[in-house]
Antibody, heavy 119, light 113 residues
Framework: EVQLVESGGGLVQPGGSLTLSCAAS????????MNWVRQVPGKGLVWVSR????????DYADSVKGRFTISRDNAKNTVYLQMNSLRAEDTALYYC????????????WGRGTLVTVSS | DIVLTQSPDSLTVSLGERATINCKSS????????????LAWYQQKPGQPPKVLIS???TRESGVPDRFSGSGSGTDFTLTISSLQAEDVAVYYC?????????FGQGTRLEIK
């Protein structure tokens, strides 16, 4: 089955760190860019970061640049989002999303993992 | 950054009637070298991730009912549902992938009258 499964969310204090994982299956992971998109419950979608197929190119939203790092392990079919210096405004449901190659609109989404930043 | 502004923010339509959602971009998302508009539409139902409906502004994705259609070019786009069904209750988003950062509209909530 073609799917993305996120994990690693949870409750973390402001200033803390968390690493999210997204495990892919059912498709050739190493051929695709991968993205993270977040959504505050009840609010809109916000793109966070993306990484190219071989992991050599990354992009970030200004709001997370310098604090978040995206990476991937193609041998494990997994993309990661390391989040440091977390703030209350980072609280959201984080989705992993695959763009439809060779474009950058998203044809496959995971169900998300919830990150709550609170003391 | 490209800002996408959707209108209206919410919409109430009777079953079987037409629903129209607009998306205006702060700059053109038409790539002139290939004449493609780098704009997609998504549907998000409660408790679910988004699902892509329309790509390239007007290309319906596989499996999407033909009551959904997209139109427009450059900076002004429209998603139309020709005959609203109960299962179409959702929030709809436009998204541009013309440039980084990728951006989404703020969403339009569609409800049944």
């Amino acid at each position: 089955e073609v799917q993305l499964v996120e994990s690693g969310g949870g409750l973390v204090q402001p200033g803390g760190s968390l690493t999210l994982s997204c495990a892919a299956s059912g498709f050739t992971f190493s051929s695709h860019w991968m993205n993270w998109v977040r959504q505050v419950p009840g609010k809109g979608l916000v793109w966070v970061s993306r990484i190219n197929a071989d992991g050599t190119t990354t992009d970030y939203a200004d709001s997370v640049k310098g604090r978040f790092t995206i990476s991937r392990d193609n041998a494990k079919n997994t993309v990661y989002l390391q989040m440091n210096s977390l703030r209350a405004e980072d609280t959201a449901l984080y989705y992993c999303a695959r763009p439809k190659s060779p474009t950058h609109y998203f044809d496959l989404w995971g169900r998300g993992t919830l990150v709550t930043v609170s003391s | 950054d490209i800002v996408l502004t959707q209108s209206p923010d919410s919409l109430t339509v009777s079953l079987g009637e037409r629903a129209t959602i607009n998306c205006k971009s702060s700059q053109s998302v038409l790539y002139t070298s290939n004449n493609k508009n780098y704009l997609a539409w998504y549907q998000q139902k409660p408790g679910q991730p988004p699902k892509v409906l329309i790509s390239w502004a007007s290309t319906r994705e596989s499996g999407v009912p033909d009551r959904f259609s997209g139109s427009g070019s450059g900076t002004d786009f429209t998603l139309t549902i020709s005959s609203l069904q109960a299962e179409d209750v959702a929030v709809y988003y436009c998204q541009q992938h013309y440039s980084t950062p990728i951006t989404f509209g703020q969403g339009t909530r569609l409800e049944i009258k």
